[in-house]
């Protein structure tokens, strides 16, 4: 009978302990996930492979951006958030190709691919060890998601382990929404204008 | 342990495992044999396919993709506006396999999915951020445009540890409904 | 078989299969990486030091530098430096299978990529050298042949004691550093 209970006892102790490992595993995702950095708007956040600093934010509701002669309205049903900031590359040349706006609720909110062609913006230049350059963001955004959020940029997004810069964007007030932002083409070390109305 | 109670207990535990098999493999035939019928929706009505919340509107065929730019060479696209609202925690891209054209069209490409509001190939569409978009399908010259279109909407589920990796992601699934259409035709188009 | 009997035997099998774990385990894992580590063995490691203008033996052929430019770069605070080197063709089945890899690097480990196109720099002050093809074109070629090549890097002014490397896959882990 003692024997009975101290068995069942057993089966029913392991089970629990099965159970407890199987919920606190980390999930694979989690587990090769990248590695942040962190860092605050306004001040140069260094990684191992490369550093980069927010400089401005803007807010608008419409973006004018004109190529080739032609300017273009890019609508959005959020907000444009555009982002100038300056980034080099610490020891081997390498390109930035990911980021993404973490808003306070957790969504990860991907970079606009409506105007990837526009010359600063992220991804469309190489960093040279040494050279920091001006790069541009842009991203649509809910306007609940604006103030409160974080910055999250990598050298690409798939990489198992390597560094992320977690900038904190402590300077994002939703009142600083502007009606239009326009981007034009600059020259070969400033590569876009940017004029708010 | 004697040898009789060995013998009993992989007896038991022979006739359990065989019956359990017996019974997923008449579960899964008779799934196959009774498919679940898709349910149908009217236009206008919201489902729910897991990572999104479609909602088709109307269909139209005409010469002008939704750009308002008309290809050099004529073409006719046949176009079904619809709304979504991304469910999942990170901006995704409307899929091409969200909506698909019942029975299959052979040699049907792609459809472009296009935001409404400005006309533009529609990118990552965000949480919290639901558009309206038209879905274009440029439709094989050699046959006449549709008078009704019959689409089934895929879906996906959220599985938190996959099967191969334990990794969390979202997987297709079969169409969970079905929408019947009618496209109101080219000439309707132009009259307007 | 009295019971006693078949328990030990029961126990000592237990606590060999135990026992085993703790080599089969490394074992596995070494394995696994196995492939991992063979790619390290070929990563970039003994370095053949080249005076400049002077020929050496790598790969199936003699290289040799023949130009390290500094031109204005296009940015400031930039310079362009642009490589121009050749190889003389020994044994061109060992050249031909080959990806080549070339990098600037300085004292502080710091390593340039080369550019994809070159820049008008180059192109104003040296045309020839801007229609040298990059390194890795090893086709069809008989002994005797020469390949001229070359490569414009974008540095900061103030890079110092650059040198290039150029790294073949046939060859690794020995590369040429041009001084």
Known sequence: MIGAIKGLAGVLLAAAMLYGMQRTTPLYSDIISPVPVAGRQGERVDTSAFAIGVADVHLAREVMASSFGRTRTYTTSGVWVIIEAAAAAKQESLSLTSAKWLGPNGVRHALSQRFSAMSGMLGSERLEPGIPRPMLMAFEVPESQLSGATLLIARSALTPLAEEAWIEMTDVRAQDIRPAVTLGRGNRSQPWTLEAE | MTVRQRLLAILITGIGGTAAAAASFAMAVYDAANPEGVALVAAGEPVDTGRWIVTVRKARAGPTPPTGIEPLEPKTFVMVEFDADNRSAETSNVLTRLLAIDPPVPNLPDPIVYLTRDGWVAGGISPGMPERMIAAWEWPPALPPPRTLRLLIGSQIYKRRDNLYGASGWFDRDPVAAVELSVSPAAAEMAQ | ?179
């Open chain 3, 1 to 179: 078989m009295t019971a006693t009997a078949a328990n030990t035997g029961e126990r000592r099998r237990y606590w060999f299969s135990i026992a085993a774990l703790a080599v089969v385990l490394p074992a596995a894992i070494l394995v696994h990486t196995g492939d991992t580590i063979r790619e390290r063995l070929r990563d970039m490691r003994n370095p053949i030091a080249v005076e400049s203008g002077t020929l050496q033996r790598y790969a199936g052929a003699d290289w040799r530098l023949t130009g390290l430019a500094r031109l204005p770069g296009s940015l400031p605070d930039t310079t362009v430096v642009l490589a121009e080197f050749e190889a003389t063709v020994d044994d061109p089945k060992q050249l031909a299978e080959n990806r080549c890899q070339v990098a600037l690097t300085d004292d502080w480990g710091r390593r340039w990529e080369p550019a994809f196109l070159p820049g008008s720099a180059v192109r104003k002050a040296k045309p020839a050298a801007a229609d040298k093809p990059h390194c890795g074109l090893f086709e069809e070629l008989s002994p005797g042949d020469t390949v001229m090549m070359a490569e414009s890097f974008v540095v900061p002014e103030d890079a110092e004691s650059l040198a290039l490397s150029v790294s073949l896959s046939g060859a690794l882990p020995a590369y040429l550093l041009f001084r």
